[in-house]
């Protein structure tokens, strides 16, 4: 259904002459005869009528300039598809308008994101045969990203990386390469930077650079089990849990991908490995990390000075989470059995 054109002016020959009688007293008090015989009068209504047709014309484009307003809009090099009739220039419009209506200049950093993972916009990456060629060849489909302003995370220096830089905006692209920390080739890297180049502000310098992983292992986590399992089937089903939560394409809470900057906190796992099937309880979990390049650490503690607990890992805004964990980070902790209560008859 095409989309209906706005009435431009929607004046009758009546409003015209009631809206002109009703400017004389102010701009000429001493005309005082309004009849129609009045000369004066009488050209009010000739303007009237004059100005009801104009109307009419304006609201009655030819369709010679809708075709020339489409040109404007589309290129010069545009032409109208199939023979010219109401239906092909109404579609023609429609086409029109939505593809104005698609984003196509990146602005803010929700525009960066959009045009680089967007799977219905005519306007999103990929927009060249180059580009659909690297990914059939292996280099993966962007899935995930991540902009962050004022930040240069394509430069090796890592206090740099930290550090405010005005006028820069950072794209962190995660494709769906089958590797344990995926990102981006430099080849879609280069590809992708082209793309944005033609739709960032001209003050902007933008870099499309793949996430930074944080290594975080898992230790000394140790598992109470249910009666009659095996532990080998815990230890493995706990591991393949722990993985797919921080998967940066599945894990997360929403099984999204585990979200950029998220902290890592000990109380999740707990209640992760809690709701491993066989598993009773759950003790002693324990995560390390390293500390940040400018040697601050990532650990939060909960508790007293005296006596500090650990709460969680920080993970910084451009950081994804890479778990390190093995059937052996989780041990089992024999409980020893209930002690059964004789009752002799009563004397």
């Known amino acids: 259904m095409p989309l209906p054109l706005p009435n431009l002016d929607d004046r009758t020959y009546n ?13 000429y008090p001493m005309w005082t005869d309004h009849n129609p015989t009045d000369p004066g009068i009488i050209l009010i209504e000739l303007f009237a009528w004059l100005t009801e047709m104009a109307i009419y014309h304006l609201n009655r484009v030819p369709d010679a300039n809708y075709i020339a307003f489409l040109r404007l809009l589309r290129g010069p090099d545009w032409r109208l598809e199939g023979e010219l009739d109401k239906g092909t220039l109404d579609a023609a419009i ?6 104005l209506r698609e984003r196509y200049r990146a602005a803010t950093c929700d525009d960066f994101e959009y045009l680089a993972t967007s799977t219905v916009s005519k306007q999103a990456w990929p927009q060249t045969a180059k580009a659909r060629a690297l990914q059939e060849a ?14 240069n995370l394509e430069i090796t220096d890592p206090v740099l990386r930290q550090a405010t830089a005005p006028a ?16 981006l080739t430099p080849e879609v ?15 902007t310098r933008h870099h499309v650079v793949g996430p930074d992983y944080v290594p975080v292992t898992l230790s000394g986590a140790q598992l109470a089990l ?28 929403d099984g999204k991908g585990w979200p950029f900057g998220r902290d890592v906190y000990v109380s999740e796992m707990y209640e992760l490995l809690d709701k491993v099937e066989g598993v009773n309880y759950v003790e002693n979990v324990m995560l390390v990390a390293p500390s940040r390049p400018d040697g601050s650490t990532r650990e939060q503690h909960s508790g007293t000075r005296e006596q500090p607990v650990l709460a969680g890992i920080t ?7 890479e778990i390190i964990v093995e059937e052996n980070s989780f041990t089992i902790k024999e409980e020893a059995p209930n002690p059964q209560v004789s009752r002799g008859d009563d004397a």
């Open 168 to 183: 820069h905006v950072s794209l962190i692209v995660v494709t769906d390469q089958p590797a344990t920390r995926p990102g």
């Open 315 to 321: 993970i910084d805004a451009h950081e994804l989470v």
């Open 138 to 151: 292996g280099h993966g489909t962007v899935k995930r990203a991540r902009c962050i302003p004022q930040r």
């Open 15 to 27: 409003d015209l002459l009631e809206e002109a009688r009703a400017l004389i007293p102010s701009l």
């Open 189 to 203: 890297s280069k590809e992708l930077k082209k793309y944005l180049d033609t739709r960032r502000l001209l003050t």
């Open 226 to 253: 249910h009666g009659d399992v095996l532990a080998k089937d815990v230890q493995r089903e706990a591991v393949q849990a722990v993985r797919k939560f921080f998967h940066p394409l599945k894990g997360g809470p």
């Open 94 to 99: 429609r086409e029109t308008v939505l593809t």
